[in-house]
């Protein structure tokens, strides 16, 4: 590789990359006039991108996709076994699902009473903070829950 | 990405289609190696799978990949059976890109020009395959999936003023290396 004599050459390719700032690329276009070594130099960098893009890109195997899924399900079954929750499963989600349990039980024992007592409308709002609750129509409707069987078979009244 | 962050795995079905190109023809273009190539491309998926919790979203999501498709690169070139494998490129490894009537096909050239694009092909993965291990990094990530030097500068842990200097160089060793091909390029 051949050393270039004009100190400015090392900038032709943030030139090329839009890499400059704009006074950089005043000067620059300035110097490139007066300079034939950054002007080759330029014009063969601009030849060597085009030769470089033109090698074509390969295609994936075709059981590229279903040799990850059986790595990917390798590791959550490891993972679920011996360290708990996938490691997405974290935050907020964890503290909704462990309410959601909660939730149930608390239905549950709601529900062998002899008077259920209704949630507040505030408790409603609390819980539908949490989205994997929303699917709990229980909490808005517990009556439903209630004759669900009735309803199922379409006998009850609602 | 967001999504896939906060738990919703059909997401990261998305992010697997959109970016499994791109990752696979990154590690192809470092290793010179189909199948290391897709091992590795799927290692880079294990590891997005498992850091989401991680992922902060001030950095792009493509910037984020590539520097993990970087990072797994870089520690595969550490192991013993390249570290000195300099002088003992091996050619017969470059002849495993598509069939030139795939390339056919795939581009809609004639077949002769095919042969001479996969011939193309070896040339150049071999030329890559010169640089230093992070002046590869820097040039494929400019010139293949178009980062900016800043974002470059992320992904391989280096300064501004290094990938600018990385990638100068870079391109000066490829010059060298691609001369015959490059001089039949015409000037536009
Ligand atoms: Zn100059």
Redesign the pocket.
Known sequence: MKRSK?N??SMVSAYMDGALSEVEIRRFKV?LKE?P??RESLKALTALDKVLRQSSDVSLSPDFDAVFYEKLNRESRKKSWFLGPAPYFSGLKVWAAASACALMIVTGWMLTRPDPVRMTAEEIVIAKHFDILQDFEIIDNLELLENWEALESGEAEL | MLAFKDGDTASFGCLFDRYKTRIVNYCRRFMNDRETAEDMAQEVFLRVYRSAPKYKPEAAFSTWIFKIATNVCLNELRRPKYRYSTESIDVSKTGDGDPPLEIADKLGIAPEEAVARKELDAVVRRALEELPAKQRAAVLLRIYDGFSYEEIAKQIGKSEKSVKALIHRGRNMLKAYLKDYIDREPER
Request: hydrophobic fraction near 15%.
């Open positions: 004009c400015m050459e110097h300079c070594e950054c």
